[in-house]
């Protein structure tokens, strides 16, 4: 767990217990709703509590003090993950949560080879291991 005593690890520990959260709500909430307006209503609640959380720790900056790249690289990140939602809530709607969340996990296995591909990050054997068995898993769920 290098790199762990920086508080990464806790706050992706934490993403995970909230993402499983999120799909138990999620599939819930989509039950006689229509996924793209179930996705649009969980937008709406995040944009007010992202903005009262950003002003309440002083996180607040000029949006013209954020560079173009940023805002570039950002909006294509706002699109990937609104593209994310609208598929994980039909998929959710269609299939059970145990199934469902898994599978979508199988992000982890594209992020670590995007990860070398893009941003020259390496994987030592540990790393190649773990992603190979989370890609086995989302096989066997698949099957």
């Not at 762990?4 to 999620?26: E, H, Q, R, Y």
């Not at 937008?43 to 992202?50: E, H, S, Y």
């Not at 994980?88 to 949560?97: N, V």
Request: include cysteine.
């Amino acid at each position: 767990m290098s790199g762990a005593a920086g508080g990464w690890f806790v706050w992706a520990l934490a993403s995970a217990v909230f993402a499983a959260l999120t799909a138990i709500f999620a599939k819930i909430g989509v039950a006689g709703v229509p996924s793209d307006l179930a996705t649009l209503i969980r937008t709406l609640v995040i944009l007010p509590v992202l903005a009262a959380f950003v002003a309440a720790t002083g996180q607040w900056v000029a949006p013209s003090a954020i560079a173009a790249r940023t805002w570039a690289f950002l909006a294509l990140s706002g699109l990937a993950t609104g593209a994310s939602w609208l598929c994980y809530f039909r998929a959710l709607q269609a299939g059970p949560a145990s199934q469902v969340a898994p599978v979508d996990k199988f992000s982890v296995v594209l992020v670590a080879l995007l990860g070398v591909a893009f941003l020259g990050e390496t994987l030592d054997l540990k790393a190649v291991v773990a992603i190979a068995m989370i890609a086995g898993g989302v096989v066997l769920l698949a099957l």
